[in-house]
């Protein structure tokens, strides 16, 4: 009999399919069958009123509610051991009393995780180390090459340590043992969720040529080198975790100024310069330190120490092949800025000057840096070590300017650096940071010869379109791919040393010794892209061919590559579902799927195709009523036909007509019922379906903006694609004309400021975050910089925003002072009508809080209606506290009861 359900879990913990102690025992042996007779009727009577018990209660579907969202519980990684036996999941508990808070957005914290145990063969699961005690974090499980040891990240506190820790350090666990230790008291460079401190880790023991990853937004500081040692990116003495020190470094030093000021002993100044009074990044409080630590015994050995940039450029550490070497490329500071001479590039990689040097991993050893030539002079991106670990390739280019980025050779033995092919032969695309996944446009076929994707790229190339080359240096390049029409845009390498390629629709393979692409038979309809290895360089076995969607779920397709006539096995998963891993020696597939009825971890059989659940989490999302969605077709200001989401409220009828809340993000673009807004395990006031279940129509419309101009007016822009969609929701019957809202947050909250600066259309509005004055914006420090001494300038991104990103000015305020001004809300202060509630945080890293500060205030001296929020010590998110999400949440809903509510209106 299959073990009964308590709270979703198998109440003796185990299959439902094994026995377990839940079964009724047999009754004694009778002598008397009349009595045993009457004895089993008792017992079966008394067994179905226990299975109608056991039966569970169909509860009332009720409205959802910011409890409800602040309880969601995420998977932040899941690592399968090496014999497939076990999943490390890492998951982050719920956003409840007792945490520790502020140091980063409440719903990507990992300081709020643990590690569980997932037995795939039986399901069993365990909580390998029990944070919440200590309101500790474990993450970024790494299993050992042998699968006896799990290297992880915490913040678990030790002896006089404060409750949730006071920095983040390597632990161990041990399988065989069970036992959960501290590796070192030393603390480690960890790379914030919100890219400071980026780290670009790869090698080891499994040889990965892409960055070792504890999350999608955070790198690992940590790699196993081989089955007991790890190599790992220590801080030094006093050094805090960037996890801990981002947002409590700005608060830390105003603490220690108010103590200066009192004391008066030492002056409160911090200084920064320009041009000749430029101030050197200083390495020795920027720096990191390469250890070597055994998993046994906790003996720590130091290697060396190398700089890193808190803010600018990533440090990359490549471990060679045969793991006795390292290769470094380190930022070093920021390019001095010369009118006329920038980076058009938006990535700040480009932007940084950066050294490329080698090491050997011995204690001690000496970081020897190469001297780069004039046409190498600024290094840009570490790219592979050849097979005998003494040579590595990158790119790197001749001026600032320059968007040319050829190949060179640099060696680990004599330092020596070579170009691979000509100088008009640029290597890679514009993106060069680690946390900005892309395909590798590398490979080494031997100690010499690479294969390398030239993407055309430089002045007076002669190469238009990407093709892979054969280079070699001093050889003569050669095109392997210039007898197709279409190159392929990325190899996988297969076991036997194939390269295959997804190219029209056709299976391929590069056969390098008659520069050919020749089909592979069997498999002439390919239409798609690989999605699995994620790592290029490494060999495989076989690949994922992702097929896109149809009917709801993605098409997907696994190919052997491994033998001399490849095979396939199709299956699918659900649309919204994330592959985590494909195991194709056992044939399963691993994915999660977040839906309204909570967060699923899953396993499918490439075999029969059937699918089980691992794990459930966030089940609670099922009793929620979750109103319907549902698309609209419109016309936008300029005519063209547009969408708009809608998510109509739980209890809607048709007919009758609702308040509106509009969502509003210039630049984004509705077109199905799936988009990013719509995301039910959206983190706090940003779920939108809170809204909806206050009684509003929730409405999403879509807000192209015009980029085809050198210099763009994107002010103009936002109204005119969310005012159709409004005034199409009223002739629908579903808006009430006179009662619609509009808010947004971020670029968003920027929309809605220009919204309410051009239209009196919206009854109520609601600015989060948003940018009033994009002279001052493109000015402004950072003011979470406050603490990092000489470069606190170097942190804002707000100049990069408003020349290259979403503004798309082009040009710096002072050389078109006017069309700043004029793309300005706060310029247009004087024609708001529209009453408004004005929320920012206080250490916003996108736009200074004075933004928020200026345009009220200048309402204020107008007697117009606003309320001014500041959220002291929050970041862009507004996210940094439960409480602050939560009352974020109450004041904006109150705000639109106010004003789009009649008073008798519920």
């Not at 491994?562 to 095979?567: A, E, H, I, L, Y």
């Not at 199709?570 to 691993?590: M, N």
């Not at 206080?842 to 200074?848: I, N, Q, T, Y």
Request: charged residues 20%.
């Amino acid at each position: 009999m299959a073990a009964p359900v308590i709270n979703g879990l198998f109440a003796g913990g185990s299959n439902p399919d094994e026995p377990n102690a839940w079964t009724l025992p047999r009754i004694m042996t009778c002598a008397n069958r009349y009595l045993c007779a009457g004895r089993a009727f008792l017992f079966s009577v008394l067994f179905v009123v226990m299975a109608i018990l056991a039966l569970p209660v169909q509860a009332t579907p009720r409205a959802l509610t910011i409890d409800d969202v602040l309880g969601l519980e995420r998977i932040d990684r899941v690592a399968p051991s090496p014999d497939g036996e076990w999943l490390a999941a890492v998951l982050q508990r719920p956003a409840g009393v007792g945490e520790v808070y502020g140091r980063t957005f409440y719903e990507i914290d990992p300081g709020r995780a643990d590690v569980w145990l997932i037995s795939r063969r039986t399901g069993q699961r365990r909580n390998v180390t029990l944070g919440a005690k200590d309101a500790a974090g474990f993450w970024c499980a790494t299993w050992s090459p042998d699968g006896s040891k799990l290297a992880m990240l915490s913040t678990q506190p030790q002896g006089s340590e404060p409750r949730g820790g006071d920095n983040v350090r390597l632990y161990v666990w041990h399988r065989a043992t069970g036992v959960l230790s501290r590796l070192s008291d030393a603390a480690v460079v960890t790379q914030t969720r919100s890219s400071l401190y980026r780290l670009d880790l790869r090698g080891g023991a499994d040889r990965t040529t892409v960055p070792h990853s504890c999350h999608s937004y955070e790198n690992a500081p940590f790699a196993w080198l081989d089955d007991r040692r790890l190599l790992a990116l220590t801080l030094p003495p006093g050094g805090v975790s960037g996890l801990i020190d981002e947002f409590e470094r700005p608060l830390r030093h105003a603490g220690e100024t108010l103590r200066a000021l009192r004391d008066a002993n030492a002056p409160t100044v911090t200084a920064v310069g320009s041009g000749a009074e430029g101030i050197p990044l200083d390495e020795l409080a920027n720096h990191t330190v390469l250890r070597t630590i055994n998993a046994d015994t906790g003996e720590a050995v130091t290697v060396t120490s190398v700089p890193i940039h808190p803010f600018r450029g990533d440090l990359t550490v490549s471990i060679a092949p045969d793991r006795r070497r390292l290769s470094v490329l380190a930022t070093t500071g920021m390019i001095p800025h010369v009118v006329g001479h920038g980076s058009t590039v938006n990535d700040d990689s480009w932007m940084v000057e950066k050294r490329l040097g080698f090491l050997d991993l011995t204690a001690g050893a000496p970081l020897r840096w190469s001297t780069m030539p004039a046409e190498a002079k600024y290094p840009l991106e570490l790219l592979s070590w050849s097979p005998d670990s003494r040579r590595v390739a990158f790119r790197a280019r001749a001026r600032v300017e320059d968007i040319a980025t050829p190949l060179f050779v640099a060696s680990a033995e004599d330092l020596s650096v070579v170009a691979a092919g000509p100088a008009k032969m640029s290597v890679g695309d514009r993106f060069a940071r680690a946390d900005v996944a892309k395909e590798s446009p590398l490979f080494w076929l031997d100690e010499r010869r690479l294969l390398a994707r030239v993407n055309g790229q430089g002045p007076g190339s002669a190469h238009p379109r990407e093709d892979w080359w054969l280079l070699s240096p001093g050889t003569e390049p050669l095109n392997l791919t210039d007898a197709v029409s279409e190159a392929p845009t990325a190899f996988r390498r297969a076991s036997s040393g194939r390269f295959v390629a997804v190219v029209g629709g056709r299976l391929m393979w590069l056969d390098i010794a008659s520069r050919r692409l020749e089909p592979v038979t069997g498999f002439a309809k390919e239409q798609g892209s690989i999605a699995w290895p994620q790592d290029s360089g490494q060999e495989t076995s076989a690949i994922l061919v992702s097929h896109g969607a149809s009917g709801g779920d993605q098409l997907l397709r696994v190919i052997s590559i491994d033998g001399s006539t490849p095979v396939s096995r199709s299956f699918s998963l659900p649309r919204g579902a994330q592959l985590i891993d494909l195991d194709v020696e056992h044939g399963l597939v691993l994915s999660s799927e977040a839906t309204h009825k909570g967060l699923f971890l899953r396993e499918t059989s490439l075999t029969t195709g059937r699918s089980r659940n691992l794990l459930s989490l966030s089940t609670h999302f099922a009793s929620v009523d979750w109103g319907r969605k549902m698309l609209i077709d419109y016309r936008g200001e300029n005519g063209e036909t547009l969408k708009g989401a809608v998510i109509l409220p739980p209890e809607y009828r048709p007919g009758q007509r609702y308040p509106v809340i509009t969502w509003v993000y210039g630049g984004y673009t509705v077109r199905d019922l799936n988009g990013y807004f719509l995301d039910p395990h959206m983190g706090g006031f940003y779920n939108l379906y809170l809204y909806a279940a206050r009684g509003y129509v929730v409405l999403i419309p879509s807000m192209p903006l015009k980029r085809d101009a050198k210099k763009n007016d994107s002010l103009f822009d936002i109204p005119k694609g969310a005012l159709g969609a409004v005034d199409r929701l009223v002739e629908l019957g579903i808006a009430v004309r006179d009662r619609v809202g509009v808010m947004g947050q971020s670029f968003g909250g920027y929309s809605v400021y220009a919204m309410v600066a051009q239209t009196t259309r919206f009854n109520a509005a609601v600015a989060m975050a948003g940018i009033t004055d994009l002279v001052s914006y493109y000015t402004q420090f950072d003011q979470s910089a406050r603490g990092y001494p000489g470069i606190e300038h170097e942190k804002s991104d707000n100049w990069l925003i408003t020349e290259a990103g979403q503004f798309g000015l082009a040009v710096p305020p002072y050389e078109d002072l006017w069309l700043y001004w004029r793309n300005s809300p706060l310029a247009y202060a004087e024609r708001v009508e529209t009453p408004l509630l004005l929320i920012h945080g206080e250490l916003d890293v996108r736009g200074p809080m004075s933004g928020a500060e200026s345009f009220f205030y200048s309402l204020y001296r107008q007697g117009k209606t606003a309320r001014l929020l500041r959220y002291w010590g929050e970041g862009h998110g507004l996210s940094q506290s439960p409480a602050n999400a939560r009352n974020i949440f109450e004041e904006t809903v109150r705000w639109f009861d106010k004003y789009l509510r009649k008073k008798t209106e519920p």
